[in-house]
DNA sequence: CGCCAGGTATGAT
DNA sequence: ATCATACATGGC
């Protein structure tokens, strides 16, 4: 590919960690290679990323604004530092950020979120990727050599369950196709999820079979930057259970998800629970 | 091989 | 309303 070079440079790199932010189970596009670069598809674009200290050495094949893209994508305009002081006043939310320093909440695109979510159910995170990339090479637009982006609804609209096998999504194909169907009619509207409160996004994502509470928590959180939204599933259950028996922490109110995100990676991944 | 995975739909109490 | 079970597939 013919590649064009960019820098970005972080003005608080100790809350910016590159490799937590793609490889903590909120997004199912990146992978690594052996140069220690992350390799991954934002929109229509495909980048390759490598943090260094304070500044990230980037690649992509497009023309145009890799920097904004990045920078909203990331959300670098977000101030964490701020929150995450706060959040230390919590024993365990502590613990996990003196761990994982550096996780981020990504801004996804909507319906890539919605989708891949759907797929996330009941399945493991290398098996949903898989998904999510057969889906891309078989739907998506070929965007670089060998790289496809994230299929639209509307190509997905037109297939039944049979099209779909190929992508070895199990029982979810139709869930799928269901959501594929609802939202390019406008049956479910996206726009109208962006520009309403979450209890509306709620109602609305849940129109779709395939879609329950845990689903729709994660579409609005990863895919409308809803920090409010608080997907619990088999981990974030686990913490709760064992850590909050009362009830979470008051100063996550507002930013529940991220708080959410540092507290699943903690539990799933730390060697503070003996895996 | 068996247990489990970033759950949800469905049907039975 | 709450609870049990099936669900496709394959990671570990």
């Not at 929109?43 to 145009?64: A, V």
């Not at 809803?226 to 259950?237: L, Q, R, S």
Request: proline share 2%.
């Amino acid at each position: 590919m013919s590649n064009k070079n960019f820098e970005i440079k972080l003005n608080t790199p100790d809350v910016f960690n590159l490799e937590l932010c793609v490889d903590c189970g909120q997004a199912f596009r990146w992978s690594k290679t052996e140069d220690g670069f992350f390799t991954g598809v934002v929109g229509n674009s495909f980048y390759r990323l490598k943090q260094d200290g304070n500044t990230i050495i980037g690649e992509t094949n497009t023309q145009g604004e890799s920097v904004k893209i990045l920078n909203e994508y990331f959300d670098f305009n977000r101030d964490y530092e701020t929150l995450i002081k706060s959040y230390a006043t919590d024993k365990y939310l502590e613990m996990a950020i003196t761990e994982y320093k550096g996780i981020r909440i990504l801004k996804q695109d909507s319906w890539e979120a919605l989708c891949s979510f759907i797929i996330s159910q009941n399945n493991n995170i290398p098996r949903i990727k898989g998904i999510v990339e057969r889906l891309c090479q078989n739907f998506g637009e070929e965007i670089c050599d060998g790289v496809y982006s994230f299929p639209q609804a509307e190509k997905l609209a037109g297939c039944c369950v049979e099209d779909l096998g190929q992508l070895r999504a199990g029982f979810r194909a139709r869930y799928i196709i269901d959501a594929a169907k609802k939202v390019s009619s406008g049956e479910v509207d996206l726009k109208a999820i962006k520009n309403n409160d979450i209890e509306f996004g709620r109602a609305e994502l849940m129109k779709i079979t395939g879609v329950g509470a845990k689903v729709a928590e994660c579409t609005l959180l990863y895919g409308f930057a809803k920090m409010e939204a608080f997907p619990i599933d088999v981990w974030v259950k686990r913490i709760v259970r064992e850590m909050y028996p009362d009830g979470l922490p008051e100063i996550i109110t507002g930013s529940q998800g991220i708080a959410q995100q540092y507290l699943f990676h903690w539990r799933r991944n730390s060697n503070y629970f003996n895996k």
